[in-house]
Antibody, heavy 122, light 106 residues
Framework: QVQLQESGPGLVKPSETLSLTCTVS????????WSWIRQPPGKGLEWIGY???????NSNPSLKSRVTISVDTSKNQFALELRSVTAEDSAVYYC????????????????WGTGTTVTVSS | DIQMTQSPSTLSASVGDSVTITCRAS??????LAWYQQKPGKAPKVLIY???NLERGVPSRFSGSGSGTEFTLTISSLQPDDFATYYC????????FGGGTKVGIK
């Protein structure tokens, strides 16, 4: 079955760019929608954005100006960049798959990665 | 943006109890609501989709209901494995999560 694994630096300096990659295994990244979600320590879940295998994307209006999400079908990966980070961007970052055969990016997520902790600190 | 409000934020219950969690949307989301369970240090796991449909493999003691702006998740006979935090998520327009409900041991 499909599995997701996030990877990237665990520590990012303020004002720099957070970059994470999600690797999809056990299945193809094609024909599905993929998302990034984060969870600050002790807090709830925040949707960051999605990418379709074709490359179309959209993101949370509250983060849109700082977020880029991309896909590399040849590597079965998708990626997140978050620019100009502050301490408020410290969180566990999850990648997840929108349920296949659903409504597109307006749907729920059925497969999640284990999450990666990113701390923003100098 | 559609806002999701969960209540209560925490609740204490005993094994065998029936518990109900409520989720309210700031506008109608029809039945486009999912419920997730999250345990400490783990990713969320989907329990219910489209308000009342049980995800494959999820025990039947979990049930969901509602439409429009008000939804509930009920656990009919709480088991030790059910002590966790529960989140609702709307997907009528993009994705928004509720603030979560932590179910603890009384």
């Amino acid at each position: 079955q499909v599995q997701l694994q996030e990877s990237g630096p665990g520590l990012v300096k303020p004002s720099e760019t957070l970059s994470l990659t999600c690797t999809v295994s056990g299945g193809s990244i094609s024909y599905d929608y993929w998302s990034w979600i984060r969870q600050p320590p002790g807090k709830g879940l925040e949707w960051i954005g999605y990418v379709y295998y074709s490359g179309s994307t959209n993101s949370n209006p509250s983060l849109k100006s700082r977020v880029t999400i991309s896909v590399d079908t040849s590597k079965n990966q998708f990626a997140l960049e978050l620019r100009s980070v502050t301490a408020e961007d410290s969180a566990v970052y999850y990648c997840a798959r929108y349920v296949p055969g659903g409504r597109d990016y307006n749907d729920y997520m059925d497969v999640w990665g284990t999450g990666t902790t990113v701390t923003v600190s100098s | 943006d559609i806002q999701m409000t969960q209540s209560p934020s925490t609740l204490s219950a005993s094994v065998g109890d029936s518990v109900t969690i409520t989720c309210r949307a700031s506008q109608s989301i029809r039945s486009y609501l999912a419920w997730y369970q999250q345990k400490p240090g783990k990713a969320p796991k989907v329990l219910i989709y489209k308000a009342s449909n049980l995800e494959r493999g999820v025990p039947s003691r979990f049930s969901g209901s509602g439409s429009g702006t008000e939804f509930t998740l009920t656990i009919s006979s709480l088991q030790p494995d059910d002590f966790a935090t529960y989140y609702c998520q709307q997907y009528s327009s993009f994705v928004t999560f509720g603030g979560g409900t932590k179910v603890g041991i009384k």
